[in-house]
């Protein structure tokens, strides 16, 4: 296929609107993490509502603290989108040649996106794992990545690898249902040319805020009860008392994890701040792809651009 020009373009747009849209909500991301990852009793519960995490950062003088962890989170969400996006579309196009068709079923874009964010994840798992630790730490108590990984294990950088794997599905719904929609959307409108070659059909951002909102949506209420104990495993171990980082230490497994949910909270907290979750990633997620559907034709143009001075630059070198 030579140089997959629209692969990396997909995805160096996908990692700078991950970039952006991490940084805009990380306060919100951090409220929501810790309050998550907090498993107690109704009448033992330090935060009854995620607005209680907020203040709490707020009455301490620790609003900065609401930031712990930001460089960590960018990195791993630059990477993890730039590795998305460039085996997602990668492996789209790879298929559309190898089979023929114009365009890609349900069944096959759940296959290759999910195929994607496994090797995301693996390539990742370490550096989510210590943002997830310097988010739910006491606020302004929170270590950097370096002394962060240093006091990690192996084994303990890659808690909640499986369930990351089985979360890959949330991803691959997003994408799909976005891919999908977008499909619709621009069927039948003509496709811009710039040389010999057609740059990627783009949306409008209002129109990829839209779909981007409803299709992470849809794949939050699906996976939402993953997403809390893949908290609950990746959570910093509170210094309060022994009898409770013995309890955490239970948590440190998806078994473990479920049963404490199960005990301590219902049926119902496996639920438990799903709407921030929404708030969040349905924001995130709209945001990314805003950004992304925006940039893609200009990334596009400006590497099309690149080759194309390169393939002259060295015609010409040959000829000399």
């Known amino acids: 296929m030579g140089f997959d020009l629209e692969s990396l373009s997909e995805a160096t747009s996908g990692a700078i609107g991950a970039l952006v849209s991490t940084t805009v909500l990380y306060p919100l991301d951090t409220c929501k993490t810790k309050y998550q990852a907090e498993v107690r009793t109704h009448h033992q519960q330090k935060y009854r509502n995620i607005s209680d995490v907020l203040w709490e950062a707020i009455s301490t003088r620790q609003v900065l603290s609401l930031y712990q962890g930001l460089g960590t989170k960018n990195l791993q969400s630059f990477v993890s989108q730039f590795f998305y996006f460039y085996g997602y579309s990668f492996f789209k196009r790879l298929y559309l040649e190898k089979s023929g068709n114009k365009t890609i079923g349900t069944r096959a874009n759940l296959i290759i996106a999910a195929a994607a964010g496994a090797c995301t994840v693996i390539v990742t798992q370490p550096l989510d794992t210590a943002s997830s630790r ?187």
């Open 134 to 320: 310097m988010q739910t730490s006491e606020f302004g108590k929170a270590k950097g990545l370096w002394k962060t990984l240093s006091e990690t294990t192996w084994s303990e950088a890659f808690d909640g690898l499986g369930i990351s794997l089985l979360l890959t599905s949330n991803p691959s719904i997003q994408y799909t249902v976005f891919d999908q929609l977008k499909q619709r959307l621009l069927m039948g409108k003509p496709s811009p040319k710039t040389g010999t070659e057609s740059s990627p059909e783009a949306l409008s951002a209002f129109s990829a805020f839209v779909l981007g909102a409803v299709s992470k949506c849809v794949a939050t209420c699906l996976t939402y009860p993953a997403i809390r104990c893949k908290v609950m495993i990746q959570a910093a171990e509170s210094d309060e008392d022994e009898n409770q980082e013995a309890e955490q230490k239970t948590q440190k497994t998806v078994s473990g994890a479920l049963y404490a949910i199960w005990k301590r909270e219902g049926i119902l907290g496996f639920f438990k701040g799903l709407n921030a979750q929404i708030l969040k990633t349905v924001l995130s997620s709209a945001l990314l792809l805003m950004i992304k559907e925006k940039i893609t034709k200009t990334t596009w143009v400006l590497m099309f651009a690149l080759r194309r001075y390169l393939f002259v630059t060295r015609a010409r070198l040959k000829n000399t």
